[in-house]
């Protein structure tokens, strides 16, 4: 097992716009997507398996804090947005990947 200390983001929607507008979501996804590049991050097309560790919110309470210690991430960004930002940042077409667990 591999860890990387990257903080993951989901992948935005993102329009044409994007390519001259810098908004503030699609600049985190592309400075994620340079990590993980930087990194040489490498999956394989099947049998892999990834586990995400997102960071508390700091507007969270010592209380909630405490609460959601070691649960399920279930807000967003879902694990759809996380798998396809980071496939998207390791592969250049992602279409041949065929299994895969997050």
């Given at each position: 097992?591999?860890?990387?200390?990257?903080t993951?983001?989901g992948?935005?929607?993102?329009?044409?716009?994007d390519?001259?507008?810098k908004?503030?979501?699609?600049?985190?996804?592309?400075?994620?997507?340079?990590?993980?590049?930087?990194?040489?991050?490498?999956?394989p097309?099947?049998?892999?398996?990834?586990?995400?560790?997102?960071?508390?919110?700091?507007?969270?309470?010592?209380?909630?804090?405490?609460?959601?210690?070691?649960?399920?991430?279930?807000?967003?960004?879902?694990?759809?947005?996380?798998?396809?930002?980071?496939?998207?940042?390791?592969?250049?077409?992602?279409?041949?990947?065929?299994?895969?667990?997050?």
């Amino acid at each position: 097992m591999k860890t990387y200390n990257i903080t993951p983001i989901g992948k935005p929607r993102q329009t044409q716009r994007d390519k001259w507008q810098k908004r503030p979501p699609v600049l985190r996804y592309r400075a994620f997507c340079d990590e993980v590049r930087l990194n040489k991050i490498t999956l394989p097309e099947s049998g892999w398996h990834v586990t995400f560790v997102l960071p508390m919110p700091a507007s969270w309470s010592k209380k909630r804090r405490a609460e959601m210690n070691g649960m399920p991430h279930q807000q967003k960004p879902d694990k759809d947005n996380l798998e396809k930002a980071l496939l998207d940042a390791i592969f250049d077409d992602d279409s041949r990947v065929w299994d895969g667990r997050v």
